[in-house]
């Protein structure tokens, strides 16, 4: 039984009940519209329901009987014995085939056709009884009750015939099943199994397991100093217990995020057609469940990203079609658990999102500076999006263009643990992932010390645990540039140190004697960094309690968290402390961004190179010095101008130049992917990008280059990691396919 149908029958079953009660109530005060009213929406979504589901007895049988209270409802009929020992048959019939539903799947074969005849003969006045004196009115029946029985007091269409209103239920149980037989199903598991209960009651139960927690952390604390076996035992039994009861009052608060996907379909239906044009939504994932505080932090946001996929991302029906895309767009919506973590895609098959535009504006606004805007890579400028104040709407609407929506979203994201980030491709569309954690109640973290303090950090974030004895740390621990990476696995990690970082203990640089480091690999946005902490403490389930306002504009922590001994730990927000240090941006942009002065002519003893593939086998690599920034871009974003492949930069035209193409040695074999591996040189105030295969690594070795003839775009070749690599004379490279690029000025190439 899937859920949709688990859940059509709890309710129903709920219905029922109240419907038996409604029914009675009726006999007794027949002119209550109110209570007509309330078993008419009753059935009319039992009826509604059960058609969506596919159960056509069941709706065939619901339908009349709507059909004969709707004439009661309008009062075209009134209530008589017939009428309501009608529709308690017809309450009985359904609770009978929802408790064949229950079991089968299906209805069941019973027969009903004698039912439905007898409810269409009431609803067509066709009923035994004789019809009411004309200008009888409703109101009149609950004045002519006869106290000694209740049947008189329901004919309120037969006030002169009282004795004869008594028999008339006989002929209408002949035609329907026995009392006893629907019932035979009754008692279903489904709704036995159901019960309605508070939030607030929930939310206060989640509040006291938290507690609970807290104090099952500091009995096995103390316990850990104790011998007395028995009150080991109890100890570790409590512990059992509190686990057990801790994933079970979470799982009561878990919903499927369909709940919140389910209310998208109008919201988008009802903006295209505001904005004229066509638009399809896709839901993937609606089954896959969220704390409810979690549901209700990310409703608001989920529907102004929708409302802004529509209005902003996806063309209107003529555009699209002058751009060979079908008339109507596509917003699909996919959610899926990964790694301790929600996450969740908005995408749409739209314009894509204009980097340039969105450059200018965030200038025109005063969001950034010129020179922040010069040094800003593409994917850096599209983030620009979530800055407060900013819109690139025309004008102002009932839609969009006050500048209040992204950044609300972002903010709102990440308050509840969450991470927001956007990837979109011009004329091809925009994608924007959510990271969101499952609950935020209760989560399991790693206990760490740095500077005399303890912190935790959510497991969620973390990848791996490293140790470094001291001598192993001073000599694997590098500088690039001032910025201390970790070569783990081949892969150069960068590092912050937890204490230097929060000004928790001066920076002191690692002596030879110095203890073992300990290094915590975490991982956020995509990207991996090091963690440098005194001492790991241990692994365990935390409670999570909110920082209060006054510590609101404080990113690097998540919330505090009350420990075994009583005292308080903060909680590491990852995301925002690894934006906060710049650990991320430490190699790619500070180093990196260093460079374009004069090319060396010599190669010097010890040089940090770039290393990087150009063709098939070819390792190559030039000075880190000479590289200006390095880029990913999509394929779909090159131009041509002329023969010239160029694509939009900064506000500029970047010319690229394949490597590959321009070197004899490689020739055409290529190993360019998507998105293209672009490095960036720039000289005298022009820039052009090198479209090279694959970006390898970044090294500082002593080497003797064995030099080559000038002119053929590689300068000599050296031996690096024990393999004969290639250097790369970028002058002599970029003179061959752009000869105008230096100027007369430019001096020949070594």
Known sequence: MDEITKEFLVESYENLDRLDQDLVALEKDPASRETLSSIFRTIHTLKGTSGFLGFGKLEAVSHVGENLLSKLRDGVLFVSPEITSALLATVDAVRYMLGRIEATGQPGDRDFSNLIALLSRLNDGEAPAPEAPAGTAPAAAPETPVGVAPVPAVAAVAPAAPAAAAPAPAPVDATLPAPAEPTEGRQPAVSDSTIRVDVGLLDRLMTLVGELVLARNQMLQFTAQRTDSAFLATSQRLNLITTELQGSVMKTRMQPIGNVWNKLPRVVRDLATLCGKQVRIELEGQETELDKTIIEAIKDPLTHIVRNSVDHGIESPETRTARGKPAEGCLKMRAYHEGGQVNIEIIDDGGGINAERVLQKALQRGLITGEQAARMSEHEITQLIFLPGFSTAEKVTNVSGRGVGMDVVKTNIEKIGGTVDLQSAPG?????????????????????????????????????????????????????????????????????YLDRELRLAPAAPLAPEAAAVNIVVLHTDGHAFGLVVDAINDTEEIVVKPLGKQLKGVTQFAGATIMGDGRVALILDVPGFAQGSGVLAETRSRALREGGGPVRKTVDSRQTLLLFEAGQGSRMAMPLALVARLEEIPRQAVEFSGVQEVVRYRGQILPLIRVAKHLPAVGETRLEGDPLQVVVYSENGRSVGLVVGRISDIVKVPITAKRHAPGNGIFGSVTIQDRVVDLLDVPSLIRAADPTFFGAATPAAA
């Open 428 to 496: 091809a569309g925009t994608t924007l992932k959510i990271r969101i954690p499952l609950t935020l109640a209760i989560i399991p973290a790693l206990i760490v010390t740095s500077g005399g303090d303890r912190f935790a950090i959510p497991q969620v974030s973390l990848l791996e645990l490293v140790r470094l004895e001291g001598e192993q740390a001073r000599r694997e621990i590098e500088s690039i540039h001032g910025a201390p990476v970790y070569r783990l696995r081949g892969q150069l990690l960068p590092l912050v």
